[in-house]
């Protein structure tokens, strides 16, 4: 029986990229085209729709990151797809939504604040880049961004618009202060200011359950009333740039003082015997 010795051929296997490693890249994907989508509705003059796209598209930019590093497929790919699509998400797309709803009525000087955010924006998603490569931050400082990340500087953009749906257009349309508020958002971008990220938050065990509580709000409030949910996340946010300064500068006094602790103290000299001597 020469074929019970006849010697079996392995099972040659496909060499390819796993489907853990292409999830992220999926999402990243979804988010540019929620991002690219805002700008078409901007034209048609569809503002909300706009507004809701850039929100999707942040959406999507959580997931992917999120995703990349519960499956552990991050890779330098990835990360260069997902810069470019927050450029175009959270750089390109509110400047010219906010250009069109506001900007362009006082002609070509309405574009240079447009220019000037979108400018910023590739500005810091460069830096970030280049941060991947040099990690050279202490452990706690991790849980910080330098500066305002993207979305966030795209969601202080286009604060006004949705200021504008919940209280209407009176005052929030007006080109000075859209021209403000993407100032601003563009410099806080590019600033060193140490800002919250959540990446790693660790939620204690004793606020598990109210923090399930706001997020039970939270998804409550977007069904029923989306615009004034965002507002005030975008309040909430504002008010949460000082703390985040004053945590850090707590966080590296405390390890300044460890890395360098005070020297103890000499002892002190005998006190001299006031007994005069015979």
Same mark, same amino acid.
């Given at each position: 029986m020469p074929s019970l010795f006849r010697r079996r051929i392995p099972r040659q296997r496909f060499k390819g990229l796993s489907i853990n490693r292409m999830i992220p890249n999926m999402l990243t994907l979804f988010a540019l085209c929620a991002g690219m989508t805002a700008i078409p509705?901007? =034209?048609?003059?569809?503002?909300?729709?706009? !507004?809701?796209?850039?929100?999707?598209?942040?959406v999507f930019d959580w997931l992917d990151g999120y995703i990349a590093r519960l499956l552990k497929g991050s890779s330098r790919f990835g990360a260069e797809l997902d810069s470019l699509s927050d450029f175009l998400c959270f750089g390109a797309a509110p400047g010219? =939504? =906010?250009?069109?709803?506001?900007?362009?009525?006082?002609? %070509? *000087?309405g574009w240079l604040p447009a220019l000037l955010y979108a400018m910023c924006a590739a500005l810091r998603l460069a830096?970030?880049? !280049?941060?991947?490569?040099? +990690? &050279?931050?202490? +452990?706690?400082?991790?849980?910080f961004f330098s500066g305002v990340p993207s979305p966030g500087g795209a969601g202080l953009a286009i604060l006004p618009l949705i200021f504008s749906f919940v209280i209407g257009e009176t005052g929030f349309r007006h080109p000075l202060l859209t021209a403000t508020v993407l100032? *601003?958002? %563009?410099?806080?971008? *590019?600033?060193?200011? #140490? &800002?919250?990220?959540?990446?790693?938050?660790? *939620?204690?065990?004793?606020?598990?359950? #109210?923090?399930?509580?706001?997020?039970?709000?939270? %998804?409550?409030g977007i069904v029923v009333m989306p615009w004034l949910t965002l507002a005030l996340i975008g309040i909430t946010y504002? %008010?949460?740039? +000082?703390f985040g300064?004053?945590?850090?500068?707590?966080?590296?006094?405390m390890a300044t003082e460890l890395q360098n602790p005070p020297s103890p103290a000499p002892p002190d000299a005998p006190s001299p015997d006031p007994t005069p001597t015979p």
């Open positions: 509705f901007a =034209v048609q003059s569809r503002w909300e729709a706009a !507004v809701a796209a850039i929100c999707i598209a942040a010219i =939504v =906010v250009y069109l709803w506001s900007l362009q009525a006082i002609g %070509a *000087v830096r970030f880049n !280049v941060a991947i490569d040099e +990690p &050279t931050l202490p +452990p706690w400082a991790f849980n100032i *601003v958002a %563009a410099g806080l971008m *590019v600033s060193r200011i #140490p &800002t919250y990220s959540l990446k790693k938050f660790k *939620v204690r065990n004793v606020w598990v359950l #109210p923090m399930m509580l706001l997020i039970g709000l939270f %998804a409550a504002l %008010a949460s740039l +000082p300064v004053l945590s850090y500068r707590r966080l590296e006094r």
